[in-house]
């Protein structure tokens, strides 16, 4: 059996941009009929919700879009996360600094913005926390096409 393709989505606090990262993700690879070939993880640069569920607007709105994000649970991410993924994406500029502080020197582990993948006119995730639902519907159009693009090309680089 060849590996899995490990892919982690990094946020801030893990509980509202990674989280819909994850999920629209999954969703795409579950669709594509791949979920054997991946490992699918998110998780935060800060450990301030460690152990708690994606905020309630983020459950609410992968709700909407037909998406179970419920179980999932906030853990903070390690740097030995970045010798076992593939894959990490960042979600903003300062959560990617802060990735590749975390990983000093060489990392298996290609270190990307969520928002490289895709053709958007931005380039970071907006932290929604502060601001109101309409922020996390932003949110999951953006991670939603960019991990589209994402499964597109890991499709075409591993040959699936
Ligand atoms: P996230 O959003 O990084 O998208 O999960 C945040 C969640 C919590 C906090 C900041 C951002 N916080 O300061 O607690």
Sequence with gaps: MTARIRVVFVCLGNICRSPLAEGAFRHHVERAGLSHAF?????????????????????QEAHRQGVDISRQRSRKLVASDLDQFDYVLAMDRSNQRNIQTLAKGAVRAEIGLMLAEGRSSR?????????????????????????AALLERIRTERGL
């Design 39 to 59: 490992e699918i993880d998110s998780a935060g640069t800060a450990g301030y919700h460690a152990g708690e569920p994606p905020d309630p607007r983020s459950v």
């Design 123 to 147: 380039t970071e995730v907006p932290d929604p926390y502060y601001g109101g639902d309409q922020g996390f519907s932003a949110v999951w159009k953006m991670v939603d096409v960019a991990t």
